[in-house]
């Protein structure tokens, strides 16, 4: 059995007869009736009642909702295809580091949900060590992860965009750290206690590493624990500043500038694996809805910001 099969027996039972389903559907009335031969050697038996008037058999009768029920799900087929090659339907599978998932790829996502609200998404979020096992499992065809990453030549990882956010030290408004002006590192040491202690990198930072040795009370703590403590005006400790943006705007977190400690930053990248073939329309439109929310946050690398290469053996990965 095919769809023109199927359509020209729907098309006689509607029409009343094989003539005027042949004009409705455009071809000649032969055509029309080697077709429903066809689909009556596909049955078993005859589906119609040749005569002055054309009538369904008990065989047409009991076939006759399951043709037009195939046919309606095959156009339904059809135009969801045709919809997926421009990205109105289709699946976008992602994974990305915890402290992108809001501020980054979230509003991302809205905007792609926006203007394509057929779109099915699956999303994951965890640390860089798990966004490629996502990548290298296929449970995924994006990954948001650090930038450059150890594993980047092996799994054929192929960057999108590079991204560049910087690494702030925040403290409560009313901390002691926040209330002196531009603090020194023996500032920081001496009433940032407990001092957080956070992998935003595959390795802690060297320098802040030296910071929560000095400190001695220094705690190794999840992202999500670190940033309720700091709310709560217990501790300090370094972001990337993309993880705790809102904070900062409310004003129920500050940021802390140490005169004498260098500026940080994290480096990422929307990557995928080569070897996984063309992205599909829908994941070409979430990649375009992530450069712009990129942009608008203004984490797009610049030419010289970009990481070299691959391996990345002199610049910490970040982790979360």
């Given amino acids: 059995m095919d769809l023109d099969q199927l359509a020209a027996f729907d098309r006689i039972v509607r ?3 094989f003539g005027r389903a042949a ?4 071809i000649g009335q032969p055509a029309v009736s080697a077709r429903i031969r066809a689909l009556e050697d596909g049955v078993g038996g005859a589906l119609f009642t040749r005569g002055r008037r054309v009538a369904l058999t008990a065989l047409g009768e009991t076939f006759l909702p399951f043709a037009r029920r195939a046919v309606e799900v095959l156009g339904e087929g059809v135009e969801a295809a045709r919809l997926a090659q421009t990205g109105e339907r289709g699946r976008v599978r992602v994974a990305c580091l915890a402290s992108l998932a ?5 509003p991302a996502l809205g905007a792609l ?3 394509h609200p057929g779109v099915d998404c699956l999303v994951r979020a965890g640390d860089h060590e798990h966004v490629v096992a996502l990548l290298l499992d296929g449970v995924v065809e994006l990954g948001l992860l650090t930038w450059p990453c150890t594993e980047a030549e092996a799994a054929d990882l192929q960057a999108l965009l590079a991204l560049r956010e910087p690494v702030v030290l925040v403290a409560h408004p009313r901390h002691a750290l926040a209330a002196r002006p531009r603090p020194s590192a023996d500032d920081l040491v001496r009433l940032g206690r407990p001092f ?4 935003w990198w595959q390795r802690h930072h060297p ?12 705690a190794d703590l999840p ?7 700091c709310l709560e005006g217990v501790g300090v400790g370094f972001f990337v500043r993309t993880y705790i943006a809102e904070d900062l705007s409310r004003g129920t977190l500050v940021e802390v500038e140490v005169r004498d400690l260098p500026r940080l930053h994290r480096d990422s990248a929307l990557v995928r694996r080569r070897r996984s073939g063309a992205l599909s329309p829908a ?3 979430l990649v375009e809805a992530i450069r712009r929310q990129a942009q608008r946050l203004g984490l797009l690398a610049t030419a010289a910001a970009r990481p070299g290469g691959p391996r990345g053996g002199r610049h910490p990965a970040a982790s979360r």
Wanted: charged share 20%; no cysteine.
């Fill in 15 to 17: 029409e009343g007869g």
């Fill in 23 to 26: 004009v409705a559907l455009g």
């Fill in 102 to 106: 809001g501020g980054l790829l979230g």
């Fill in 113 to 115: 949900l926006r203007a």
């Fill in 196 to 199: 957080f202690r956070l992998r």
């Fill in 207 to 218: 320098g802040i590493s030296a910071l929560a040795e000095r400190a001695g009370a220094a």
């Fill in 223 to 229: 992202m999500e624990a670190a940033r309720a403590l």
């Fill in 283 to 285: 994941a070409a439109n």
